[in-house]
């Protein structure tokens, strides 16, 4: 089965990819940055699965919302049918397509491209909104402030917060990746112009102080010689994603 996985190199396609791999999925088709328009052509006409993960959250101008979100999701799916490969795409979307500005706009946009995608070619189609997502290998002062906060915090730098009450909703990537490969291994099909709901068993909800207390406590109890104790789930995805941003020496 050749898998092909759109921003590759990124947070959550890292992610998926090493999943997929460690499942036995070895024939990734990985479009990145540095992948030509050739490229993109020759896995769309082999692939037999969509991961559509690329896209643009912080561009320099903001017509590159259009363009990386919307743009890249019309190009994949129009090479797709044009090769007469029309297979399941799963799209990443975000919360913020409900909202009405650039960002939101354009990954509604995109949105809307996988469903007519669907629709036009009677292939199974998945678009999910994601909160915040954080674990391994995100990129501080970019991928989510839980980044921000680790890598600084593994360094004795100041963080920032502006706003103690603030609550965040947010998803542990290893979840995330769970369900993808839940969705590839049983082929399950949902009504088209359904989004796939993510479990709310597995959105956290919680305060930027205490997540900032809470990574303290980490850096404090680790210093000290000991391991810190976990008091339920999330702490311990935090943790996970804490340890993995202290520096190697």
């Not at 363009?67 to 797709?80: A, C, I, M, P, S």
């Not at 839980?146 to 890598?151: G, L, M, Y």
């Not at 291994?185 to 900032?212: C, D, N, Q, W």
Request: proline share 5%; aromatic share 12%.
């Amino acid at each position: 089965m050749k898998i092909l996985v759109t921003g590759s190199k990124g947070f959550l396609g890292k992610n998926l990819v090493h999943s997929l791999r460690s499942k036995g999925y070895d024939d990734i088709l990985e479009f990145t940055l540095e992948s030509s328009g050739e490229d993109l052509i020759r896995y769309c006409r082999e692939c037999d699965f969509v991961f559509h993960l690329a896209g643009v959250n912080r561009p320099k101008d903001v017509s590159e919302f259009m363009t990386g979100n919307k743009g890249l999701t019309e190009e994949v799916t129009r090479l797709l049918s044009e090769n007469g490969n029309a297979v399941p795409f799963l799209l990443s979307s975000s919360i913020q397509a409900g909202l009405n500005n650039d960002y939101g706009i354009s990954k509604r946009e995109a949105e809307n491209v996988v469903f007519a995608y669907g629709r036009d070619n009677d292939v199974p189609v998945y678009v999910y909104r994601f909160p915040n997502l954080f674990g391994r290998w995100s990129q501080p002062n970019y991928n989510t402030v839980i980044a921000t906060f680790c890598h600084n915090i593994a360094r004795g730098l100041e963080i920032r917060i502006d706003d103690r009450e603030k609550v965040l909703p947010l998803a542990y990537v290893d979840d995330v990746t769970g369900q993808f490969l839940r969705i590839l291994e049983t082929g399950i099909k949902f009504p088209p112009g359904e989004f796939v709901t993510f479990p709310p068993s597995l959105i956290y909800e919680r305060k930027l102080g205490y997540i900032a207390d809470t990574l303290m406590r980490f850096r404090d109890f680790l210093a000290s010689g000991k391991e810190p104790e976990l008091k339920d789930g999330f702490e311990e995805k935090l943790y996970e994603t804490y340890r993995s941003f202290i520096p190697e020496e």
